[in-house]
């Protein structure tokens, strides 16, 4: 097999200051737009950031329309409705104002409405063609609420595929949002419990990419435009996963324990858009790839303080579970540390004791094998091969952390 010899880091374009939100309306009349898409959830409609975007909108004298359909953890069906909102609407940009739920959506409606095609032409193989973006789309600007995602920098959009109960998604860089506005104020509406869970995806975003398989391990695409989102760790992506540890680590506790705290909510915000610089390209593995299907085929768990009309296993929670077996590698002397160090940190957050405390067993361990074993765009960049038999003791140490 022939190896890559390059990686390509394209920058996410970012804004980050108290109040940037304001801004928007401007921004977009500058591109000359005329017709905006605003998507959000049903939980942020009536909220201060969806007010201060619409207003901005509305300075600027840009028709708009509002889409409040957007759900959390999307799926196919969710994805598609937005997708209709779009092509209906016949807008010229689309601007998205909530966590990567909300991100994650309006990267398909712009994708989908700009090239219409058959819904998994652009899904991730094996469970779709994974079609390259075919040209430039319309402008997107993410507005993020959450501390979490990091998808106002990456060009990856996620989602629940309804009829397999399992997570995929469509990734390329030309899905990757025109403006990033990373406004600290927009957090201050996260509850303790939302705060909690897209803290835990900064940290694995981090730890994940940091440790993915070097870039020049990595097959060498037949052509430049088919080198995928995800390349293996780099260099470049290695100081923005470091950072983004380093801040995580003294503020996400602060974070949650304080919705005041606004030293900490924006730090942590800092943190979420270092780490999605340093994934969007690198790319994460196990701890993403293991996690889909325990959102997937979640039955009635519900975490206390979650705003929720289904079931459902937050990302940042279903991420974090199986990390400390995952990191507890005997053969290293740093893995059994960073492994007690989860440990403790869950402990600190008040997290569920492992997969068992949200309603896993061991019976369930063979559909969760099934479930991951499809994720190959990220599980092929871990640093330990994990097949079926590997997986299964992971998904089996998982079920307690302690």
């Given at each position: ?179 990033g506005i990373v406004d600290p104020e927009n957090t201050r509406i996260m509850p303790p419990i939302v705060a909690t869970c897209t803290g835990l995806d900064v940290l694995c975003h981090a730890l994940e990419s940091y440790t993915a398989i070097p870039y020049v391990r990595r097959p060498l695409p037949e052509r430049p435009i088919l080198r995928p989102a995800y390349q293996g760790s780099n260099p470049i992506s290695d100081i ?86 995952k990191v507890r590698d005997p053969e290293t002397q740093a893995g059994p540390l960073l492994a007690d160090r989860l440990v403790a940190l869950m402990k600190q957050l008040e997290l569920p004791n492992g997969l068992n405390a949200i309603g896993y067993t061991e019976d369930d361990i063979p559909a969760l094998v099934t479930g991951t074993l499809p994720q190959q765009r990220i599980t092929k960049l871990s640093p330990r091969p ?17």
């Open positions: 097999m022939r190896t890559d010899y390059a990686f390509e880091m394209s920058a996410a374009n970012l804004r980050f200051g108290a109040g940037a939100t304001r801004e928007v309306g401007m921004d977009l009349a500058e591109l000359g737009v005329r017709r905006v898409m605003v998507l959000t959830d049903p939980n942020l409609k009536d909220l201060p950031p969806v007010h201060t975007v619409r207003e901005s909108l509305r300075r600027e004298k840009i028709d708009q329309a509002l889409f409040d359909g957007v759900r959390v953890e999307p799926t196919d069906v969710s994805f598609k409705q937005a997708v209709d909102f779009a092509v209906e609407g016949g807008f010229d940009a689309f601007v998205a104002v909530g966590g990567g739920s909300t991100i994650d959506t309006a990267k398909a409606a712009n994708l989908y409405s700009t090239y219409p095609d058959d819904f998994l032409v652009y899904v991730n193989a094996p469970i779709g063609a994974a079609r390259p973006v075919p040209g430039p789309l319309k402008p997107l600007i993410a507005v993020p609420t959450t501390a979490g995602t990091g998808s106002e920098t990456t060009g990856v959009a996620i989602f629940d595929l309804s009829d397999q109960h399992v997570k995929t998604g469509i990734a390329h860089r030309r899905l990757k949002p025109t403006l923005w996963a470091l950072k983004a540890v380093e801040l995580a680590s003294k503020h996400l506790i602060r974070a949650v324990a304080d919705p005041g705290d606004d030293e900490a909510r924006s730090a942590m915000l800092l943190a979420s858009s270092m780490a999605g610089m340093g994934f969007g390209s690198a790319g994460v593995h196990l701890c993403h790839g293991m996690s889909y299907p325990v959102s997937g085929m979640v039955r009635d768990f519900k975490p206390k303080g979650f705003v929720s009309d289904h079931p459902i296993v937050p990302h940042g929670l279903s991420v974090f579970l199986t990390a400390p077996a994990a097949g079926r038999d590997e997986l299964a003791a992971l998904f089996r140490h998982s079920m307690r952390a302690w």
